[in-house]
C-alpha cells in the first residue's frame, strides 16, 4: 500500500508498476528516457532474481537514475503478503494485496505431494545434471521442496458447483505482473535459491487460466526467461476452456508447461450438472482439444477428478472414468482429490473408504492414479477452498 500513490508535485498520481514488464518493454520505457538500453537488464535482474520489492533497493543503478524512474511515476508494484494464515503441515496461506488494494490468495506447500501434478522423473533428471556441481559450491543449507499455488484472477467466472472461488463471482483479470509476482513474494519469502530447491508451480488457485490466457502466459514466460524457473515444473489446470488449450497446444515446448484437466465426472450428464462450462465444451470436444497437445517424451496430461460424496465417487463412477480415460488414447493420469467442504456448499465430503476404492478400481482397470493429499484444510488453503478470507 505504501507504494500505492505518490505524490509528484502538488497531485497525487497512481503509481505505474514496472514488475511484470520483460526486457523488450523495459528497454522501450528506459530508452524513452534517453537511457542506455542495458539498464533493462538491470532492472530485470534486480525484480525477478534478486527479488528487490523498491526501487531504492537496485543498487546497481545510480541514484541519479533511481530517482528519475521514481520521478516519471514508476514503483516497482510487486503483490505484496498482507497476511500469513499457517497449517500445522507446514502450508501456509497468503493473502496477497495487488497495488488496486485486492486481495487473491497463494499457497505454500513444503515437500508437497503436488510433484505428481509435475512430471519429477523429467524435470529431475534435466536439472539435477544442470545444477549438480554448482550445489557442492553452494551453502550448506538444507535443500527445500515445495509446491506453490498460484491465483490467475480475482474470483472466478466458471461457476462450478462445488467450489468456494466460485461464489466469489468474477472481479478481475490478474496481470502478468501480479501472476508472477505472487510466486516471487513467496520464493522471496522462503530464499528460495533457483536451481538447488526444487518448487514446482502449480496455477490452481483462485480463477480460471485460460480464461486469463494472455497475461497467465506473459506470467509463464518472465518465470521461465527471466526468473529461471523451468515449465517442467509447472502445471497448469483449466476447467475445459478448449480455445485455451487450442493455445496452449501451439506454445512452444520450453515455455510451456503440463496441463492438468478438471474432469470431475465421467460422462456428460454429471459434468453438465457440477460444472455448467460443461455445456459449451462437452467431454468429447474436450478429449479432441487434448489429443492435438504435442506432449515432449514421457510427458503425461492430468486428469483431476473431484470426488463428491455419493455423486462422483461410486463403484460405477470409477469404471466408466476408467473406460473414458483408456478411449482417449491419450498418455495420462488420474489425480483423484476428495471434495474439501466449504461453507453454503452442500455436497457430501467421501468416505476415506471409497476414496481408496475408487483408485484402486482405476489402477487395476490399467488407469495411473493418484490421491492429492489435502493442504492445509485447516486454514482454508486446500483445493476448492479459496475464497480470499479469513475464515478458519
Ligand atoms: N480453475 C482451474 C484451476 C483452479 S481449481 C480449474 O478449475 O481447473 C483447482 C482444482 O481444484 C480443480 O481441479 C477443481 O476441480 C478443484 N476443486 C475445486 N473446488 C474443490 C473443492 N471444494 N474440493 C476439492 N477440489 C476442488
Ligand atoms: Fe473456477 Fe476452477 Fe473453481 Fe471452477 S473449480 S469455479 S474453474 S476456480
Known sequence: MTEKLIAIGEEAQVAKPLFGLDRAALRALV?????????????????YQQRIEGISEITTLSLALRQKIEAEGYVVGRPRIQQVFS??????????????????????????????????????????????????????????????????????AVDCQFCL???????????????AGQVLAVLARHRVEVGRDRVNLVFMGMGEPFLNYANFMAAVRLLVEEAGLSPRRMTVSTSGIVTGIEQFAAEPLEL????????????????????????????????????????????????????????????EDARELAR?????????????????????????????????????????????????????????????????????
Open 31 to 47: 530508452s524513452g528516457w534517453g537511457v542506455s538500453g542495458w539498464r533493462a537488464g538491470q532492472l530485470a535482474q534486480a525484480m
Open 87 to 156: 497449517s500445522t503441515d507446514g502450508t501456509e496461506r497468503y493473502l496477497m494485496e495487488c497495488a488496486d488494494g485486492r486481495t487473491v490468495e497463494t499457497v505454500w506447500m513444503p515437500e508437497g505431494d503436488e510433484a505428481s501434478d509435475a512430471d519429477e522423473e523429467d524435470a529431475d533428471s534435466a536439472d539435477d545434471l544442470a545444477t549438480s556441481n554448482q550445489n557442492q559450491e553452494k551453502s550448506s543449507q538444507k535443500t527445500q521442496r515445495a509446491t506453490i499455488c498460484v491465483s490467475s484472477q480475482v474470483g472466478c
Open 165 to 179: 472461488t466460485a461464489r466469489l463471482g468474477f472481479e478481475r483479470n490478474l496481470t502478468a505482473g501480479e501472476i
Open 256 to 315: 510451456r508447461p503440463h496441463l492438468a484437466l478438471s474432469l470431475n465426472a465421467p460422462n456428460d450428464r454429471v459434468r453438465g450438472e457440477i460444472m455448467p462450462i460443461n455445456r459449451k465444451w462437452p467431454i468429447e470436444t474436450l478429449i479432441a482439444a487434448l489429443q492435438r497437445i504435442p506432449l515432449r517424451p514421457k510427458e503425461r496430461i492430468t486428469f483431476e477428478y473431484v470426488l463428491l460424496g455419493g455423486v462422483t465417487d461410486r463403484a
Open 324 to 392: 473414458l480415460v483408456r478411449r482417449t488414447g491419450l498418455s495420462a493420469k488420474v489425480n483423484l482429490i476428495a471434495w474439501n467442504a466449504g461453507p453454503g456448499i452442500s455436497f457430501a465430503s467421501p468416505e476415506p473408504r471409497s476414496v481408496e476404492k475408487f483408485k484402486q478400481s482405476l489402477v487395476q482397470q490399467g488407469v495411473s492414479a493418484y490421491l492429492r493429499r489435502p493442504r492445509g484444510r485447516d486454514i482454508y488453503a486446500a483445493c476448492g477452498q479459496l475464497k480470499r478470507t479469513v475464515e478458519g
